[in-house]
């Protein structure tokens, strides 16, 4: 990255910004001109989209933006891509990505957000309150029986990065004991009182009140929580998904979902989920539409925009770059 830095190069930004928000950009690049691309309309919305134009695409040496996979070797000049998103899996599927351009992530932008949509979820099916607006919906005024506390719960999460912290320290903050699972277990992560490999998942799935699963997608990750695991997990417990929809066997959740309490899915393997998928009129399934994270809080940009900011300043300036992912 030290060799990157060229003076004459060109900064594509597609972020939503305010007229200060882009003042702070343009005194990050220095002598590196920028483009603006982006609309501040979007600012609070699900997604953010920009169109950059071919001539662009032919000059930049940087974006700032998802632009779609398949157009990327459109910039032949690209030397650095920074995405708004956490996950980048998209760009490193083999032949996306030029060889020698940076790639990187907004990841750390997006704990709180997530953690508390799961969080949310894991209340809500403790207190039945899914089968409550159900109720309501039908005018029916009926009591649907025992509910459940987190306090004294076991919860297991697994994928214990910014999202998976933020979780457990919820999750302890009313009482909860939380089990981490992650590649490197010597390493701690805060709200997590006990750290585990992968290879204690099958034993933990056994202790399991709750389960989160918020981990990437990966060949190591596929169909994660399979027929195998969900066979292991007690009745009653919850599950809660909020990474990618691939980690659980949709197939295997058909299957135990009568055993658990309930399911929350940010997430699912087809998004959207078909409209025929039997999971929509499961009682106890509660899904939402991949919008844990997206841009709903305004502390959520904020973090962006320091990730980016921070960025810009380093490539114009020739240091290495904040979040930056392998790609093939």
């Excluded at 928000?21 to 001109?33: I, L, N, P, T």
């Excluded at 039945?128 to 009926?142: F, M, T, V």
Aim: hydrophobic share 40%; glycine share 10%.
């Amino acid at each position: 990255m030290d060799e990157m830095v060229q003076r004459d190069g060109l900064i594509i930004n597609c972020l939503p910004l305010t007229e200060l928000e882009r003042r702070r950009f343009h005194a990050a690049s220095g002598d590196v001109k920028q483009f603006f691309l982006g609309d501040i309309t979007q600012r609070g919305s699900m997604q953010w989209t920009a169109t950059i134009p071919a001539d662009l695409r032919e000059q930049a040496t940087a974006v700032i933006g998802n632009i779609p996979a398949d157009t990327v070797r459109q910039y032949p000049k690209l030397e650095w891509l920074q995405t708004w998103s956490a996950g980048v899996d998209r760009y490193t599927r083999p032949g996306i990505m030029l060889p020698d351009t940076v790639l990187t992530s907004a990841s750390g932008a997006y704990g709180q957000s997530v953690a508390e949509h799961l969080f949310a979820m894991m209340w809500s099916l403790m207190k039945n309150l899914p089968g409550y607006r159900d109720s309501q919906h039908r005018h029916e005024w009926q009591d649907l029986g025992p509910a459940m506390s987190p306090e004294g719960a076991t919860v297991v999460v697994i994928g214990t990065g910014d999202i998976g912290s933020h979780f457990a320290k919820l999750a302890k903050g009313v009482g909860a004991h939380t089990l981490g699972v992650r590649r490197s277990p010597n390493t701690p992560a805060d709200g997590i009182d006990t750290m585990f490999g992968f290879d204690a998942l099958d034993v933990l799935m056994t202790k399991a009140d709750v389960v989160v699963c918020v981990l990437p997608s990966s060949p190591e990750t596929h169909y994660l929580l399979n027929s195998h695991r969900m066979d292991l997990l007690k009745e009653g417990a919850i599950v809660l998904n909020g990474g990618r929809g691939d980690a659980i066997d949709p197939a295997a959740l058909e299957r135990h979902i009568h055993k658990l309490r309930g399911v929350g899915l940010d997430v699912t393997e087809t998004e959207p989920l078909p409209a025929d998928n039997p999971l929509w009129d499961e009682p106890r399934c509660l899904i939402t539409p991949h919008a844990a994270g997206g841009y709903h809080l305004e502390t959520t940009v904020g973090r962006i925009l320091d990730i980016v900011l921070d960025n810009v300043s380093r490539y114009t300036s020739g240091q290495p770059l904040r979040n930056e992912v392998r790609h093939n």
